[in-house]
């Protein structure tokens, strides 16, 4: 996937930031209306995951490279994906997308396009 089609993808470049805190908030208000059938799969943590995802992709199209935005799928992978205890529910998710939210506002405001 070249620059260009990736940046297409999330809406251009002055706004691709917009989804990322629309993957996690949107993911935890889809399981908060909507029942789940498996319980140990949450649309709340695949929306933080797929943000993290959206957000190292963001973080990759700049000239300044932000290790912490990079970094941010191997976060996600260890806290969601595979969590070394009990699986991470809404107060766990909730955090990770009031986190990510911040991030990408600092990777915008300190790592312009």
Known sequence: MTEGSFLAALGGRLH???IVPALAWGGIITGLLLPFPLPFISP???GCVLA???IAG???TRSRKDIVSLCTPIFAALIFVFPLEAAPGL???LLYAATITGLVVRLEKRFPP
């Open 16 to 18: 691709a930031w917009i």
């Open 44 to 46: 709340g943590s695949v």
């Open 52 to 54: 993290s995802i959206a």
């Open 58 to 60: 963001i973080a990759l």
């Open 91 to 93: 107060p766990m998710q």
